[in-house]
């Protein structure tokens, strides 16, 4: 590989996205080793523990080397990529990542050191050197954990040895540590194959994908080859589960969206004394009113849901109830009461459950605030919210009456007081005007931090939630 100077090098390191993040995975790379690159253009896709967020290298040069491949998470800080920028893009424009490591492995390498997939490695006391041609390799050694791993593939039993051949030699290694890329590293690892094990095929040594998997496809030793006086264990009964039988459970990593989630919620109901009251009330005027607004050229082009609505009778009972509004600071000791509100909307994505937020939700007038909510789903579904969307909320509601549920004990969104469930919004007989009625009905369920919301506060404020969806006139005069 050609040498430049670390001015002529740049490394671009894993940025925090989001706030107070440490760590993300490459999910996609745009660019490969040899591409010329612009400042500001696009050069990998990760997903951090709130979002997935594209990256953009913040100079012009030419890729010199991808430090990571698709699938690693990395530590914020970490350089991802190296880039060549000025003098130094010239000389690296010339080979891709692939060939440079190909020469490498066909250049004659100094006498006493060994080969590694990048340059040299340091000197050694002693020069190990390849098996001789027709000396055979210790195939029994190696032939046993290969069978085995067939059978946790599922080859089913292995067929009788061919007759034996002179073998190839065994994988060289630098140390203890065979000559392998950090692909089929990962490969190998995912497969359970020990590289040591492995006989290579690539250029001086080098282990290829294709090894691997002619290694977890190689087939049992001869039953013969077993010492007579130990007889062979039975097979596992068809009936009788394993640790490896997948056709009978799916395991799923934890990571991202779904990690950072199952973190802050632990953290949340075991911090926080969650208090939830609940509200069965009529809304079939908010229903009308919905219906209206849809009508209403003001409104065209924009989301008019009741969520809409929900989100509005919230913010109005926020404003009467300010003290709802605030966070509770363990290091000081204090109660912190927003001025503002960000409002949370909890939005179930393919990456798992995510919380972005409308900044200064209660500064927008009703189109305002449908358009905002608009803009918030789509993104949402897109799967493009930003880090800085998911930050900063004061007071969340969340809507599981899209699910045909009735309501919910939600779990408050970490550093906030309140959140507001949403149940299905259902035909039921109701007593309206002193006789039971069809109207349209819907439970509300509000939980709150116990520690700086007492009884009285929190069920204000759902009682004010209700009064407007009741009677959403009050919108106008309580506003």
Excluded at 199 to 211: A, K, L, Q, W
């Amino acid at each position: 590989m050609t040498t430049m100077t670390d001015s002529s090098v740049r490394e671009f390191k894993m940025p925090d996205v989001g706030e107070g993040l440490t760590e993300a995975e490459i999910l996609k790379w745009y660019v490969k080793a040899g591409d010329t690159v612009t400042d500001g253009q696009v050069v990998c896709e990760v997903e951090t523990a709130k979002a997935a967020v594209e990256l953009p290298i913040p100079y012009d040069g030419v890729v010199r080397e991808l430090h990571f491949p698709e699938g690693t998470t990395v530590d914020v800080g970490t350089s991802i990529i190296a880039v060549a920028v000025g003098d130094g893009a010239a000389a690296a424009a010339e080979p891709v990542q692939e060939a440079v490591q190909e020469a490498v492995a066909e250049e004659p390498k100094p006498e006493g050191r060994q080969p590694v997939l990048v340059g040299y490695g340091v000197s050694t006391s002693s020069t190990k050197r390849r098996p001789r041609k027709g000396t055979e390799a210790p195939a029994a050694a190696q032939a046993p954990s290969a069978a085995i791993q067939a059978e946790l593939n599922g080859h089913g039993p292995a067929a009788p040895a061919a007759p034996a051949a002179p073998a190839a030699p065994a994988a060289p290694v630098t140390g203890d540590r065979p000559l392998a890329k950090p692909p089929v590293r990962k490969l190998a690892k995912d497969l359970g194959v020990d590289l040591a094990t492995v006989v290579p095929s690539g250029p001086d040594g080098i282990i290829t994908r294709e090894d691997v998997h002619a290694a977890v496809a190689a087939p049992e030793p001869a039953q013969t080859a077993a010492p007579r006086s130990e007889p062979a264990a039975p097979a596992p009964s068809p009936s009788a589960p394993t640790s490896y039988d997948t056709t009978r459970e799916t395991r799923i990593p934890v990571k991202g969206v779904r990690k950072a989630t199952a973190a802050a919620m632990v953290g949340s109901a075991f911090t926080a004394p969650h208090v939830t009251e609940f509200v069965t009330v009529d809304v079939t005027r908010t229903m009308k009113l919905v219906e209206e607004l849809k009508q209403d050229k003001e409104y065209t082009g924009l989301r008019v849901n009741p969520l809409l609505l929900i989100a509005k009778a919230l913010l109005v009972a926020i404003k009467r109830n300010p003290d709802i509004n605030a966070s509770w600071d363990e290091a000081a000791q204090e109660i912190v009461v927003k001025h503002y509100v960000n409002l949370g909307i909890a939005a179930a994505t393919p990456r798992g459950l995510i919380v972005p937020n409308i900044k200064d939700a209660h500064a927008q007038t009703l189109p305002q605030l449908a358009g905002s909510l608009g803009e918030l789903v789509s993104t949402a579904r897109e799967g493009k919210t930003s880090p800085a969307a998911m930050q900063g909320g004061t007071v969340t509601i969340t809507n599981v009456g899209v699910f045909g549920v009735d309501t919910g004990t939600p779990i408050l969104n970490p550093g906030e007081s309140a959140i507001l469930a949403v149940g299905a919004i259902k035909l039921q007989p109701w007593v309206h005007k002193g006789k039971v009625k069809p109207r349209q009905v819907t439970t509300l369920a509000l939980s709150f931090d116990h520690r700086l919301v007492d009884g009285e506060l929190g069920s204000k404020v759902l009682a004010d939630v209700a009064a407007v969806l009741e009677q959403p006139k009050r919108l106008i005069s309580w506003a």
